[in-house]
Nanobody, 125 residues
Framework: QVQLVESGGGSVQAGGSLRLSCAAS????????MAWFRQAPGKEREGVAV???????SYADSVKGRFTVSKDNAKNTLSLYMNSLKPEDTAMYYC???????????????????WGQGTQVTVSS
């Protein structure tokens, strides 16, 4: 059984920074990527950033240049460094991973099998 546990959320003012972490346990070794999604109240869940086992990363246009995703294959952890935060970044942030090999796209949540419970990020203006 795979478990994903996020941590590091909180409240910051616009322009501030936060670091999110996701710890994976179980048979996560078969997954070829891990990703961050977010969901604001009344909105669809959207992909934020994905990191592949080979070191490749990809970001949503809305966070490019501000967020950095990092995956530690040895520790099965995923981090998201968020800088220059904006009020529109306010959302519940979720860690996700696929079962086995996936396309790991950010445009759909259905490439991912396992999800964490989420950690709240609130950015005030």
């Amino acid at each position: 059984q795979v478990q994903l546990v996020e941590s590091g959320g909180g409240s910051v003012q616009a322009g501030g920074s936060l670091r999110l972490s996701c710890a994976a346990s179980g048979s996560i070794y078969s997954s070829n990527c891990m990703a961050w999604f977010r969901q604001a109240p009344g909105k669809e869940r959207e992909g934020v950033a994905v990191a592949f086992d080979d070191g490749t990363t990809s970001y949503a246009d809305s966070v490019k240049g501000r967020f950095t995703v990092s995956k530690d294959n040895a520790k099965n952890t995923l981090s998201l460094y968020m800088n220059s935060l904006k009020p529109e970044d306010t959302a519940m942030y979720y860690c996700a991973a696929p079962y086995g090999t996936s396309l790991c796209r950010l445009v759909t949540r259905y490439d991912y099998t396992y999800w964490g419970q989420g950690t709240q990020v609130t950015v005030s203006s």
